[in-house]
Structure formats: C-alpha cells, structure tokens
C-alpha cells in the first residue's frame, strides 16, 4: 500500500474502539445504569490477552465474557483492561487488549460493534484491504441492524 495513502478503516477502527473503552471508563466511574450490560467477544489467542490456561483450555481461539452483576476491579487502560470474573466459582483476573476485541454489545440499548482482532503487520502491504469495523445502529421497532462499512465504499 502505498505510503501517502490515508487508511480510513483503521481510522475507523481505532475510533469504534473507543465507544467500548469509553463505555469501560465510564462503568468503573459510575457502575452499570439501569439495565445496561456488556458482552465482550475476544480473541483469547492474540498476544495482548492474558487469561488462565485452564480458561484458554476451554476457549483456545474466541470467547465472550459479560460484564453485568458478578465483576470486579474493572481497570481500563489506553490499549485494554482488566476485570476478575468468577469461573466455576473462582476468581479469574482477565486482561484483554482492545486490539483483541472482535464484538461488543449492549442489549439493553440495542447496540453492539463487531471488529476484526487488529495485529500490527511487519509491512503495510499486508493490511487488510476492507474496512474492518461493522457497526451496528439502533434501528426502528425495537431490532438492531448492522450497517457494514463497505456499503459507503467506492467501487
């Protein structure tokens, strides 16, 4: 890819990760409103994730973990965040890189973001070449809808 060329997905990545950082931020400041929760899907492989191995046994590639009643010592961090969850009822300490990220959602809003894992590659030529965030809007009578970001591309 050439050098001068503005790489609007990965603008677009960064940005729609910071809806779920700054939703993070915002719960380890004021708790969960109302009915709201969060289901947060990872990549339990990607180098930024550090769970237990028993946890990673279980779920080697993906896992969704939801932050709603049982979790403790939400920390957020510019590249990720950790929180103790309870596993058969143990306590785990979870950390997990933004980058890992492949789905967040908010059913009580009717809102949810799915991403690509993000991983740096040694040459540009090797990023992707679509966009890598879909986002999903609130939509009329109650459904969500997602709106992928290619339907804005140029042909």
Do not use: C
């Not at 180098?47 to 896992?63: K, L, Q, S, T």
């Not at 939801?66 to 957020?76: A, G, N, R, S």
């Not at 540009?124 to 459904?143: I, K, S, T, V, Y």
């Amino acid at each position: 890819m050439p050098d001068d060329e503005l790489r609007y997905d990965r603008m677009v990545e960064n940005a729609l990760r910071g809806v779920v950082r700054q939703s993070l931020e915002l719960t380890v400041a004021r708790g969960l409103p109302g009915d709201h929760h969060f289901y947060i899907t990872f990549r339990t492989d990607h180098p930024g994730v550090a769970i237990a191995n028993h946890i990673r046994a279980r779920h080697p590639d993906e896992m969704t973990i939801v932050l709603q009643h049982q979790f403790w010592d939400l920390e957020v961090g510019e590249d990720g965040f950790a929180v103790t969850l309870s596993f058969g009822g143990k306590s785990e300490r979870l950390v997990i890189a933004f980058a890992a990220v492949t789905g967040f959602a908010d059913p009580s809003a009717k809102f949810g973001l799915q991403f690509q894992t993000l991983t740096e590659p040694d040459d540009e030529d090797e990023a992707p070449e679509r966009p890598a965030a879909d986002a999903a809007m609130p939509a009329e009578a109650g459904d969500a809808k997602v709106v992928t970001l290619d339907a804005f591309r140029k042909k």
